[in-house]
């Protein structure tokens, strides 16, 4: 990090005079620190950036700023902007643009890439590659408070002084081991608007349902519908307004008034007195009067054929073999829903494992080993393969 002092923008002139400087720069690094454990929306209290040489902390709570200029630099599509596990500030960005930013990089996903970890934390990630300490002392700030001392802000400014670092080696070394193209699936995914989608009318889709009759899916959708709605009316966490379960028995047992709602053991007594309730009774009996009008069509289930006992087990050990093999993170090639349906028999392109380079590394592979053009063996603790 520089020994220079930090550049801590609260004024509009500062924002756009760091702003012409970052826009300099060939990328854009990217943090946020943000409270939410009691809003649905993010609340957002600080902003870091940096770019090659330049590094600069942006205070939104500042009564003399408009973010604008910086919205427009995270906006840019011929910039890449960089994150590490970037979901979170990627839903800041999306409500605050209207749209996801793009093109991304995700550094925590470069790093399963390169075989260094899944899921791996950012100061993990700091310590492996660059052979540096995070101080973590400052972690728990209430960055909503004001002023912030100086290490509060050294703290939050690490995290994209190092960002750019990770950032800069870890582009060499996937370029290096010609796996940047792995990359682009999963970085596309992220600018996906559906990702950050908080129309109400979707929301059941985020909970798993437990049944598929058309009445109960009817109560669930329009329960799930309502609750998302009083939550952004109201700025409260989905489970301050109902929890997921609550929502499961509501479908199950249709109460249609409050005494009905009394004897549910997931909902609060007296909740549909409390100001949050407006409407959920209405929710629950127009779905259960008309289900034909409030179910959601489900996706056709797939005629799915048997799984061949123990080929999912099979697949895994392959899996660990061929990533092992490759320095990348197994998770990155398949997930357990790709291993399911190989297992069946299922050769779709919708099957991420069975297209591009991890067909290369594991598909073809896997669908050798099931049909017994490869075989699997143990030699000293090894996995090797064997064409048959």
Request: hydrophobic letters at 40%.
């Amino acid at each position: 990090m520089s020994n220079a002092k930090i550049i801590t923008v609260t004024t509009q002139t500062a924002l756009i005079a760091a702003c012409d400087r970052l826009a300099q720069g060939s990328f854009l690094c990217v943090d946020t620190e943000f409270h939410r454990e009691t809003t649905y929306w993010p609340e957002l209290c600080l902003i870091q950036a940096s770019c090659e040489g330049y590094e600069v902390i942006i205070d939104p709570l500042s009564d003399d700023i408009n973010l604008q200029p910086f919205l427009d630099l995270v906006a840019d599509t011929a910039r890449v902007k960089v994150f590490h596990a970037a979901r979170q500030d990627m839903e800041i960005f999306t409500k605050l643009l209207g749209t996801p930013p793009t093109p991304v990089f995700d550094t925590q996903i470069a790093a399963m890439a390169l075989g260094i970890g899944d899921s791996i934390s950012y100061d993990n990630l700091v310590q492996r590659l660059l052979k540096r300490r995070l101080d973590k002392s400052s972690q728990f700030t209430d960055w909503k408070r004001r002023p912030l001392t100086d290490k509060q802000l050294n703290y939050a400014l690490g995290d994209v002084t190092h960002l750019r670092d990770l950032y800069i080696n870890m582009v060499a070394d996937l370029d290096r081991q010609d796996r940047s193209s792995w990359l682009i699936e999963e970085h596309t995914a992220l600018s996906n608007p559906d990702l950050y989608d908080t129309d109400p009318a979707k929301a059941w889709q985020r909970l798993k349902l437990r049944k598929t009759h058309r009445e109960y899916i009817a109560i669930f959708a329009s329960v799930a519908a309502w609750r998302e709605d009083a939550a952004q009316r109201f700025n409260k966490p989905r489970r301050r307004i109902l929890k997921d379960d609550a929502i499961q028995e509501i479908a199950d047992q249709v109460p249609t008034d409050e005494a009905a709602f009394e004897r549910l053991r997931a909902v609060p007594k007296g909740f549909v007195r409390s100001k949050f309730a407006g409407g959920l009774i209405s929710a629950v009996t127009r779905a259960a009067e008309n289900p034909a009008e409030w179910a959601p069509i489900l996706p056709p289930k797939a005629n799915n054929s048997e799984t061949p006992a123990g080929a999912p087990e099979i697949l895994k050990v392959l899996l660990k073999a061929v990533s092992d093999e490759a320095g990348v993170v197994p998770r990155l090639i398949a997930n357990a829903a790709d291993i399911e349906r190989i297992a069946r028999g299922e050769v779709d392109p919708s099957i991420a494992a069975l297209t591009g380079w991890r067909n290369e590394v594991f598909g073809q592979k896997a669908r050798a080993l099931l049909s017994g053009k490869l075989a699997v063996s143990f030699e000293n603790g090894t996995v090797r393969l064997f064409k048959l």
